[in-house]
């Protein structure tokens, strides 16, 4: 059974950065995307950032290009979220969410819906 333990939130004030964690354990074999989604209140999951484990390959959303930085450490399965520049908007609970599959298909990043294991999620909070 894959379990997620994400850590790492928090409140910051706008301009302030946090770095979030995702441990993930029971993962069958190496190849598999790990990334980071986000609820707002009133609003759907968004998709923020994915990473590949084998080949390294990533996606962000246009909202956190150049703010965020995804990357993982394959020898202890845990992917990391570096954010800076935050902004109120950004206020959100994160999801760590893993599964077998490309993170990306041609120019088509995984949606929610391929995502099979997620962790309870963690609070960040950016005020104005």
């Known amino acids: 059974q894959v379990q997620l333990a994400e850590s790492g939130g928090g409140s910051v004030q706008a301009g302030g950065s946090l770095r979030l964690s995702c441990a993930a354990s029971?993962?069958?074999?190496?190849?598999?995307?790990m990334g980071w989604f986000r609820q707002a209140p009133g609003k759907g999951r968004e998709r923020v950032a994915l990473v590949y484990s084998g080949g390294g390959s990533t996606y962000y959303a246009d909202s956190v290009k150049g703010r965020f930085t995804i990357s993982q450490d394959n020898a202890k399965d845990t992917v990391y979220l570096q954010m800076n520049s935050l902004k109120p908007e950004d206020t959100a609970m994160y999801y760590c969410a893993t599964e077998y599959v490309p993170c990306v298909i041609g120019n088509i990043p995984a949606a929610e819906v391929d995502f099979g294991y997620w962790g309870q999620g963690t609070q960040v909070t950016v005020s104005s």
């Open positions: 029971g993962l069958r074999h190496s190849g598999y995307c």
